[in-house]
Antibody, heavy 119, light 113 residues
């Protein structure tokens, strides 16, 4: 059974940093692109970034480019999102999701981890 | 970036009736080399992650009831629920995966009338 479990969320002050993790199991992690998607409270879905199977390619939405970094450790079956210079508008539930082979839509999602940016 | 616009923003339909949600993209999602539309539909219920219903504009995912169907091509797409059930109350999103950044529609809230 495919499982994606996010962790690392919490309360952080504006300008602070946080590192999210996503532990993957039930599939060959190193064979799939992975993504981060977020959802602000009461709002819609926003794709943030994805990373190729071997980590050699990464893509970001403009709103987080230069502040967030996606990475992975295939030996640990883990995906990460390093978030720096956090702003109030980054407050959201952050989901990791597994890209589908052949197209970046998402059948498998984690349950999400809440990040709150507030003083 | 490709802008995805859904209509309506909210919709109330009687049980057993048809529900139709539209999604328009700012550029074509049809990839000519494989004749596939890079468009997906999701259902999201409160407190849950989204659930993939439809990929490639019209391919129903395994386990999704056949009352859900997707149609359209190019820039105009539709999600249809042929006979609304109580468990279909949710927010529905379209998503393009033609190129990055991946973008979603703003969502359509579906309720029972």
């Amino acid at each position: 059974e495919v499982q994606l479990v996010e962790s690392g969320g919490g309360l952080v002050q504006p300008g602070g940093s946080l590192r999210l993790s996503c532990a993957a199991s039930g599939f060959t992690f190193s064979r799939h692109w992975m993504s981060w998607v977020r959802q602000a409270p009461g709002k819609g879905l926003e794709w943030l970034a994805n990373i190729k199977e071997d980590g050699s390619a990464k893509y970001y939405v403009d709103s987080v480019k230069g502040r967030f970094t996606i990475s992975r450790d295939n030996a640990k079956n883990s995906l990460y999102l390093q978030m720096n210079s956090l702003r109030a508008e980054d407050t959201a539930v952050y989901y990791c999701a597994r890209d589908r082979s052949g197209g970046t839509c998402y059948y498998y999602w984690g349950q999400g981890t809440l990040v709150t940016v507030s003083s | 970036d490709i802008v995805m616009t859904q209509s309506p923003d909210s919709l109330a339909v009687s049980l057993g009736e048809r529900a139709t949600i539209n999604c328009k993209s700012s550029q074509s999602l049809l990839y000519s080399s494989n004749n596939k539309n890079y468009l997906a539909w999701y259902q999201q219920k409160p407190g849950q992650p989204p659930k993939l219903l439809i990929s490639w504009a019209s391919t129903r995912e395994s386990g999704v009831p056949d009352r859900f169907s997707g149609s359209g091509s190019g820039t105009d797409f539709t999600l249809t629920i042929s006979s609304l059930q109580a468990e279909d109350v949710a927010v529905y999103y379209c998503q393009q995966y033609y190129n990055t950044p991946i973008t979603f529609g703003q969502g359509t809230r579906l309720e029972i009338k």
